[in-house]
């Protein structure tokens, strides 16, 4: 964060605020809390207290989504949608930033699909929420906000960002982790964009979307629930296995990854691990998964493997294409190729030695 100071600062701070909905202005509607619209008067009184607080003014342009939502209602479209307007948005007038307000709940999940939209832009965007609506004692909003506009006065370069509690977390490795502290979220993996963004081909996006699902394995998985899954979601799946990369591996189950992968349904594998990555072929089990056709998903969150299977799948990718962009580094949302791995570091005999001494 940047310092708070006093002193008028010269350049204003352009920025673009786009309101989806989610906590930030929600209101009790008598059986629970909802989504509410017109908030814009209340976000430039925000705005004027930043201005007080720092000398810095903001020059705002506000937009709220047609339909507030509680994000638990965000679909596929939902990150379209956010996308489209932030383009069109920094192309028509180039703000410094532009800030989104969004539920915290599917914010990782459309932070990250909105990253790999927006991966050209050259301007950052901010997402941002509150655990306590705006205005209610104890809220964070205002807090919340105040931190998108410190870190886009800050400039953290292009990319898409969550800034709450007290941190900026690169879209792509962060994760909601708390419902009830301010810090809802974590960078659940280092960020390490690659030197040079990887050159993606641009294909036509294809008109029909094929659905992408996520799946967690659990034990006593049955063959069947896994069926349908993959059924459901024909465009691919993110198979949340644990540690570096296991499930029940059952020859019914092995078969119905292996029917899958055949007939041009991605099986991506990413872990239920907070630290550590997915390697293939360190246990038999993952081993069977790779030899009927799973792909490693290395180190990516679950949100992230989501948001860049579907965004492959969107843009037409299959077969060893779309593995091979899966396993590169595009925009930081992987650290280690997905590859095998050398056992890590902490495993190494010297590292045991060491701690038993
Ligand atoms: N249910 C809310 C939402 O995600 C939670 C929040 O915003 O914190 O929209």
């Known amino acids: 964060m940047i310092n708070r100071g006093t002193a008028r600062s010269h350049a204003a701070l352009r920025v673009h605020v786009l309101y989806t909905g989610g906590t930030f202005g929600m209101a009790d509607r008598g059986a629970g809390m909802g989504p509410r619209s017109g908030i814009g008067a209340e976000i430039a009184d925000v705005i004027t207290r930043y201005d ?21 209602e965000a679909d596929p479209g939902t990150a379209f949608r ?16 532009v800030v989104v307000i969004h539920g915290t709940d599917t914010m990782a999940y459309v932070g990250a699909r909105v990253a ?18 705006l205005g209610h004692p104890g809220s964070d909003a205002q807090r919340n906000l105040h931190l998108a506009l410190d870190s886009i006065a800050a400039q ?8 709450f509690g007290s941190a900026l977390h690169p879209a792509l490795r962060a994760s909601k982790r708390a419902c009830d502290d301010y810090d809802g979220f974590t960078t659940v ?20 979307r094929l659905p992408v699902g996520l799946f967690t394995v659990f034990p006593g998985l049955h063959a069947e629930l896994l069926t349908a899954a993959l059924r459901q979601y024909p465009g691919g799946i993110v198979l949340e296995c644990y540690g570096s990369g296991t ?47 799973a792909i490693s998903g290395g180190d990516m969150t679950r949100e992230a493997a989501l948001a ?9 990718f299959s077969g060893g294409q779309l593995r091979d962009w899966m396993m590169t580094n595009l925009l930081g949302e992987l650290s280690n190729p ?8 902490a495993f190494r005999e010297d590292a045991l030695t060491a701690r038993s001494r």
């Open 52 to 72: 007080e607080l720092t000398g810095r003014s903001v020059e705002l342009r506000y937009a709220e989504f047609d339909r507030v939502i509680d994000s638990a």
């Open 82 to 97: 956010i996308a489209e307007w932030v383009r069109y948005s920094v192309e028509s007038t180039r703000p410094d930033g």
């Open 116 to 133: 790999f939209e927006l991966r050209d832009l050259d301007v950052p965007v901010l997402f941002t929420g509150a655990q306590i609506p």
């Open 156 to 163: 953290p370069g292009p990319g898409t960002y969550i800034a």
């Open 189 to 208: 993996r280092e960020f390490t964009p690659p030197p040079s963004p990887a050159f993606l081909p641009r294909r036509h996006s294809t008109t029909t």
């Open 247 to 293: 499930m029940p591996h059952g020859a019914e189950v092995i078969e119905t990854i292996r029917t899958a992968t055949r007939r041009g349904t991605p099986v991506v594998v990413i872990t239920q691990c907070d630290s550590g990555s997915v390697d293939l072929e360190r246990y038999l089990p993952g081993r069977a998964l790779l030899d009927a056709g």
């Open 308 to 316: 860049k299977l579907a965004y492959l799948v969107d843009l037409g």
């Open 338 to 345: 997905a590859t095998t791995t050398p056992l890590p570091t």
